[in-house]
């Protein structure tokens, strides 16, 4: 067994179930800080801005005491929509990014807007971008890293995602070769990228020096094929169970976890397995179970 120690584990919020600031269908943060610690995780991302306490020295306190610690904030944007939306835009982001920095994180995951809402399925406009949308997502997106870069010293890694716009092989590599690789980097989500039809481990062989960050996660074909049969929304398909425990789903985990260690540099690989919404009690066992598969990948 190959040992990767170029590769560093951790977990989310996301794999508690954890969508939103506020929703009485999630456990309590206290609740999860607990049993991600208690899974053998070390490093966590912050979620929904709003989840886990913004003050940095209640969560400093908090997740200090437990043994853990941030790889990354998250934001949600719509770049494409150009200037318009920058001030709100920056208002979001400047509140994850601070947060981010003040606990030591070094990364700020940048998720594009849905074209259709993740609850309701509601088409929110088009799913194919104009040029003129294209040329706007690229170049926000690069005055969007550049400005965190300089004022919170965070790298942001843009995660490609199922309902957006940044989300097939195609949409994907057409996003890295708009982009300066200087400022932008990938947040490679293996589970979304499958889910759209993607190779991971051909993206990280052909644009290794773009991928910046991972999220592992796994989705379940045969569920896959009923949601795009049926053409489901995302957020249904999850509470479907497309996404699913590794090692039972699509891609293997094992070979994209070897690619991303020949590259040769410090990656975070963060478990993600949505499972919005889902009973208090399934998230920590799968978490237990999921980290034990890590080891034995090497991880």
């Not at 890694?157 to 070769?177: G, K, Q, S, Y």
Request: glycine residues 8%; charged residues 25%.
């Amino acid at each position: 067994m190959t040992t990767l120690s170029r590769i560093r584990i951790g977990s989310a919020p996301d794999s508690w179930g954890v969508w939103f600031p506020e929703d009485p269908r999630q456990v309590p943060w206290r609740r999860f800080l607990d049993e991600v610690a208690a899974s053998g995780y070390e490093w966590i991302e912050l979620g929904p801005y709003g989840y886990l306490p913004t003050d940095p020295a209640v969560l400093a306190e908090e997740t200090g005491r437990r043994g853990l610690k941030v790889s990354a904030g998250t934001v949600f944007t719509g770049l494409h929509h150009g200037p318009a939306v920058w001030e709100k835009t920056w208002a979001h982001v400047a509140d994850n990014a601070a947060l981010a920095r003040a606990m030591g994180a070094g990364h700020l995951v940048v998720i594009p807007s849905f074209w259709r809402d993740d609850k309701t399925g509601t088409v929110l406009e088009d799913r194919v971008l104009t040029p003129g949308q294209w040329r706007e997502l690229t170049t926000q997106t690069e005055r969007l890293a550049h400005e965190v870069r300089e004022r919170y010293g965070l790298r942001v890694v843009v995660h490609p995602h199922a309902d957006t716009h940044i989300d097939t092989e195609e949409n994907v590599t057409r996003f890295l070769d708009a982009t300066d690789p200087d400022l932008v980097s990938l947040c490679l989500d293996t589970g979304h990228y499958a889910y759209c039809g993607g190779d991971s481990v051909k993206l990280i062989e052909t644009y290794g020096e773009r991928v910046g960050y991972l999220h592992l996660k796994q989705v379940d074909p045969e569920i896959l094929a009923g949601v795009r049969a049926e053409e489901v929304p995302f957020g249904p398909a999850v509470a479907r169970g497309v996404m699913c425990e590794p090692p039972a789903g699509v891609p293997a985990l094992e070979p994209v976890l070897a690619a991303a260690q020949k590259l040769g540099v410090e990656l975070f690989a963060i478990v993600e397995q949505d499972m919005y919404p889902c009973p208090p009690d399934k998230p920590l066992p799968i978490a237990r179970r999921t980290r034990a598969f890590l080891r034995s990948c090497g991880a």
